[in-house]
């Protein structure tokens, strides 16, 4: 399983609004993706405009290539898009060990 690990930084003051559209993308347009398999969203309490997202994907292809390179991608950074302060910093991760 590979971590998506995206750090978004949103403008200033659109937290609720932000918060509802990451929920609605997440649910109703990357959940459709192929190989997603869950995702985690927190917000920064020193950073109140920084959030943390985590989605969890089968391969490190099924979000390169089968979402970033698909139709869902337009689809949800329409939705997501336009609250971002800067591009995303986005890395992904593979599991060494968990409890």
């Known amino acids: ?24 993308g997440l649910t109703t347009v990357a ?6 398999r869950g995702f985690k969203v927190n917000k920064g309490i020193e950073s109140p405009e ?3 997202l985590q989605i969890f994907w089968d391969t490190l292809e099924d979000h390169t290539l089968g ?7 337009g689809q949800w950074r329409a939705i997501v898009g336009p609250f971002f302060a ?10 060494v060990a968990k409890s």
Do not use: N, S, T, W
């Open 86 to 95: 800067a591009p995303p910093v986005v890395e992904h991760f593979e599991l």
């Open 50 to 52: 920084r959030y943390v």
């Open 1 to 24: 399983m590979i971590l998506e690990l995206a750090d978004i930084r949103i403008q200033p003051g659109q937290q609720a609004a932000f918060e509802q559209a990451i929920q609605r």
């Open 67 to 73: 979402f970033r390179e698909g139709p869902l991608f």
């Open 31 to 36: 959940a459709q993706a192929k190989g997603m």
